[in-house]
């Protein structure tokens, strides 16, 4: 999120040049994380006219903003309309940057893969073949059992076929750091296989040998099913996922897999169930978190013992306590444990500022929310889909006849100032460009959506999926454990999946094992007598 | 000791009067009681007439003012203070027990021994 350049340009912002401080955001920019968005879009916060102040630590309330794409679409930076303003630059740089290099390592395991598959297909049918083209004359003739062969023959290669079709040939999602043991493991009895049966000579032998070849790889497969597909799917562990910025967490329920797999897996989930990342939501208010010790006076009484007062100043309170320690090692950490106790012993006021921050934060949010919906169902009431009949019927009012992009953008302008206060003060407005609120408008109106549908994209965080752009390039992710990522999952492990600012950290249960009994219960058995003899002591 | 409906009711009774026992802050009697008109009179052990809903004496702690002052359990309670305990509920009859501007309870009770001796006593005595 963009506050977080802000803060660090903060910190830079002296009497230097406009230039000099335009150089430097942008390599803010570029140092600064990506995220899993890259819509870059928001042209209200990044604004950065020359001679106005750095936006403040406050500038994400929005009360005393300047609410300008509300009315007109500029971007204030003093650039023109023909011209790239430093945000587009900035933006372009940043999704180059986001989308990793097509990499062919990607494939290089379905092709071997491939390959070798290939290899096996083909061997039986070069038995059959080869034999009869090479050493025809050499061959004894061999009569219908090898018809029956050749028959099963052709119908287990047809099966065989189909099911690697239907197991193997799908485009991995995902690279994953290391080798799949078993899939090795198959390929490489698959090979052997194949390398040791082309060693015979005798026709019906040779026939035979083909047949037996290829029940031999479809019993390869079937254990490659089992092995590959089966075992995962029976649950056995349970994994709690965290997310570390924020605490969203969720539990799901997985079957014996290896950790990189378990790694995918977690991530599928992740990008469908986890509401979206959102940095702007992580801060608590400066005025709550700027616990200053602003002095500190350290006495030293006899030598022995240090003597702390520390006097803290926040913006509602001022506060003094003190801490008294023995110097028995030296003096320095003497002095630091009065400081600690100086400071456990403090009288600490934020919760009650961060408990009176948060319900006005809730109040204002809802006031906010109150606003844009009126707007927004306001705006529904102007137009109306057009009846066919309607437009033949009655040539002497000619309405204006809109398509559904003009219509969205009609009836945008009562809302959008709504929209834009609103969006803002809940943090999203970096997800939501001006754009992508006038397609969504666009798609609601074609497909008959109320304004409570519209609005369901913006007033509860979506997961990540909604906010993604397809790029095929992927989604760069780490994972980070202790064990090897090939050994399977068990009790008591602890691995994560490190993006550039955040992380989730998988823990593994397995799931308790279950005693189920059993309890009959006669219908019949189900009497009730009233219960009205007391005895009380007077 | 059943009741005909629409006839009165006759019981040779005892007085018993109970004073109350200051335990803390609450004055006791010694004794507990079952019965009353909202009450099974089927699980009542003391009662002769199993349709009598009467209030019974169902135990009675030792030494407490209750032994002290005479109480038997089994007692059928006829009467607290003047108030009538042969038709009220369980909680009316608690109540009547636990006043706590009265030290003490003047007890109308009855039993079978009551009846039995009064009979004895009675067939004694030719008839002038």
């Known amino acids: ?538 | 000791m059943s009741f005909v409906p629409g006839q009165p009711v006759t019981a040779v009774v005892e007085r018993v009067e109970i004073q109350k026992l200051r335990q803390g802050e609450n004055l006791i009697l010694g004794f507990s009681i079952g019965g009353g008109i909202d009450q099974d009179p089927g699980q009542n052990p003391f009662s002769e007439d199993k349709s009598d809903k009467g209030i019974y004496v169902t135990r009675i702690s030792p030494k407490g003012p209750a032994d002290l002052a005479g109480l038997k359990i089994g007692d059928k309670i006829m009467q607290v203070n003047g108030w009538d305990m042969t038709m009220v509920t369980h909680d009316q009859a608690r109540k009547k027990l636990t006043k706590k501007k009265e030290d003490v309870v003047r007890l109308l009770v009855t039993r079978k021994s009551l009846e039995e001796a009064v009979k004895h006593s009675k067939g004694c005595y030719p008839k002038p």
């Open chain 1, 1 to 538: 999120m963009d506050n977080e350049s802000q803060y660090s340009g903060y910190s830079y912002k002296s009497s230097h040049s406009r230039s000099s401080r335009k150089h430097r955001d942008r390599r803010d920019r570029h140092r600064s994380k990506s995220r899993d968005s890259s819509s870059r879009g928001d042209k209200s916060v990044t604004i950065q006219t020359p001679g106005e102040p750095l936006l403040d630590a406050e500038s994400t309330r929005g009360d005393d903003r300047d609410d300008n794409w509300g009315e007109t679409t500029t971007v204030v930076t003093g650039t023109s309309e023909h011209s790239i303003s430093n945000e587009d630059l900035t933006r372009v740089t940043k999704d180059l940057e986001e989308s990793t290099p097509l990499e062919c390592k990607r494939f290089v395991g379905p092709a071997l893969g491939g390959c070798l598959s290939f290899f096996a297909l083909v061997t039986p049918l070069a038995f059959l073949i080869l034999p009869q083209v090479l050493w025809r004359d050499a061959l004894e003739p061999c009569g219908t059992p090898c018809e029956g062969l050749y028959v099963s023959l052709a119908f287990k290669l047809l099966v065989l076929l189909i099911s690697s079709w239907a197991l193997f040939l799908r485009p991995p999602r995902a690279t994953l750091p290391r080798f799949f043991v078993f899939r090795c493991l198959l390929m490489v009895l698959v090979f052997l296989f194949v390398a040791s049966y082309w060693l015979e000579r005798d026709y019906r032998g040779i026939v035979e040998y083909a047949a037996s070849l290829v029940d031999a790889l479809l019993f390869i497969q079937y254990l490659a099913l089992v092995l590959l597909e089966v075992r995962h799917l029976q649950p056995a562990f349970c994994l709690k996922v965290v997310r570390s910025t924020d605490g969203a967490s969720k539990f799901y329920n997985v079957g014996h897999l290896s950790i990189q797999r378990a790694a995918v897996w977690v991530l599928d989930r992740y990008y469908s169930d986890f509401p979206v990342y959102n940095p702007a939501l992580l801060n608590l208010p400066k005025s709550i978190l700027s616990k200053k010790m602003t002095g500190f006076k350290v006495y030293s009484l006899d030598g022995k013992y240090s003597f702390v007062l520390a006097l803290t100043s926040n913006v509602q309170s001022n506060n003094s306590s003190f801490g008294l320690t023995e110097n028995t090692t030296n003096n320095s950490t003497g002095q630091s444990r009065a400081m600690i106790a100086a400071a456990a012993r403090r009288r600490d006021n934020s919760h009650n500022e961060y408990y009176y921050e948060e319900a006005e934060m809730d109040r204002r949010i809802r006031k906010r929310k109150a606003r844009l919906v009126v707007a927004v169902e306001e705006a529904f009431t102007h137009i109306k889909r057009l009846q066919e009949e309607e437009a033949a019927s009655s040539p002497k009012h000619p309405r204006e006849v809109m398509d559904p992009r003009e219509a969205a953008q009609a009836i945008f302008a009562p809302m959008a100032r709504a929209m834009q206060k609103y969006l803002r003060t809940t943090r999203q407005q970096a997800f939501h460009s001006m754009e992508s609120i006038l397609t969504h408008l666009q798609f609601c109106i074609t497909h008959n959506m109320t304004p409570k549908a519209f609005l369901e994209r913006y007033l509860t965080a979506g997961p990540t999926m909604q906010y993604q752009q397809q790029n095929g390039r992927g989604r760069q992710w780490t994972l980070v454990s202790e064990e090897p990522v090939t050994s399977a999952l068990r009790q008591g492990l602890v691995f994560s999946l490190r993006r550039l600012d955040f992380s989730l950290v998988v823990t593994v249960t397995p799931l308790p094992f279950l005693r189920l009994g059993e309890e009959f219960i006669d219908p019949k058995s189900h009497k009730f007598v009233m219960r009205l003899q007391s005895e009380t002591s007077v």
